[in-house]
Every structure is written in structure tokens, then in C-alpha cells.
């Protein structure tokens, strides 16, 4: 039965709304980085005014964002393939088995505060001297990504039949075997899913590198808060540093949109 009238309006009031919620902020984000410091803070805000490019000239010539762009994408990428390279076996066996401890345990690992793990991970990451270094930032950010991974993975292993796995086993086909060159290939849209997913969390992570990383190895998200001062904060730079940072998850998301979708879509079914 084809929508009424005041539904279709209602529908449209909706998408609107969400639109408007999601887009706003963007737009105030990407518009106050082409201004001067007195147009960001003007009330009511001014929609038109003389665009500069100063915020970006300050952030990409007086100071290092470029590398620390960089030790963001180091960070992310060994973060995201240290999540899948843990969660997807644990989901594997977690499916196969029928067991849920472990996967619940690496659920309340993830929603415990990062505060609870600076301390002993600084005390024991001093004695092996590895802090400031992108090993430790990218073992530290796996406390996120495998639980990620882990939880996505979970419905697609559960819904692969049985019998396949049987089959295999009889065929004299060991576990590993089984894992990469069976059930892997079958769930290759969860595992685009996870890998945007654990890119996503920890491209914006701040706790753990700000306490665990170097002058060499500081990532973007912590180098933009070199532009909050003590009672002054330069709200254009910032923004500017915020937009680039917004970028490389906007344009990874807009690449894969059909594969993210759909592969979210199959998750939701068979979960």
C-alpha cells in the first residue's frame, strides 16, 4: 500500500531533520576554517564573509601536521590489521565453538575507560623502553580494534553452515586451512565492514596517544590541540586541523559506501 500524503511529508520532515543535524556541524566546521579568529566567534554566526586561507598556511607551514597526519595513518592502518588479524580468528572459534565468555570479555575490555589502562600500560611500556614509538600505539589502539572486528565478524561466521566446516574437516583440512581459505573468503563484506570500523575508531582516538606517544610519533588528532592555549585558543587553525583530520574517514567511507552498506545490511540480517 502506497504511503499517504502526511506520511510522505512526515518522511521528508525526518530525512531533513537527520540531515540538517549531521550536515550542520560539518558545515560550521569546514566554513569557520576560512575564517579569520573574530568571524568564528561572531554571534549570530556570519554566513557570508571574506574567505582566508591563513588557518591552513598556519597549520600546514608553522607546524608539522603533515607528519603527524602520517603517524596517524601508521597508527590506524597497524591498529586495523592487528584487529583483524586477532579478531577474526577469536570470532571464528567463538562461532564455531558456541562459546560467548570470551567475546563478552572483550566487550567490557572495550567499554572500560582508556584511564584504567594508561598507568600500567606507561609503567610497563617504560621498561621495555617502547614508549613514543608506533609499536606501542599500535598494540595499545588492538584494546579497540579487536573488539571491533571481533563483534562484527561474529554474525557472518555464525550464519556459514556447519556442514561446510564439517566437510572440510573430514577432508583432512586443518583449522588454519578451514579459517583463510574457507570461511574468510565467505565473509569478505564483514570484513571490509571491521576494517572501516577499527580505521574509523582509531584514526580519532586521543587518550592513548597523548599519553603514549613522542614528539616524532604524535598523531594528528593530539598535534590539533597545540592550537588550545591557556585562555587562548586560535578557533581557526583548529578548525582547519579538525577538517583535514575529518577527511581521510570521509573519503574512505564515500569509496567503499556500497560495500560498507551492503556488507552492514548482511550483518544486521544474519545476526
Known sequence: MAPTAPRRILGCLQV??????VLAPLAWMVLSSFKVSRDVMALPPRLIFTPTLDNYRE???RTDFLHN???????????????????????????????TWP??????????????FLLPWFILFSQVDLVGTYTVLILTHGAIT?????????????ALPRALIESAQMDGCRPHAILMRIALPLVAPGLVVAAILCFVFTWNYFLFALALSGFDTKTAIVASFNFIGEGVTNWGALMAAAT?????????ALLVQRQLVSGLSSGAVKG
Open 16 to 21: 531533513a531533520a537527520m540531515l540538517v543535524a
Open 103 to 116: 567475546a563478552t570479555l572483550t566487550l567490557f575490555a572495550r567499554m572500560a575507560p582508556g584511564t584504567l
Open 69 to 99: 597526519t602520517w603517524n596517524s595513518l601508521v597508527v590506524a592502518a597497524g591498529a586495523t590489521l592487528l584487529g583483524l588479524a586477532l579478531g577474526a580468528p577469536a570470532a571464528f572459534a567463538i562461532s564455531w565453538h558456541r562459546i
Open 244 to 252: 583535514m583530520i575529518a577527511l581521510p574517514p570521509l573519503v574512505l
Open 59 to 61: 597549520l600546514f607551514l
Open 146 to 158: 579487536v573488539p571491533v572486528a571481533l563483534w562484527t565478524l561474529l554474525p557472518y561466521f555464525d
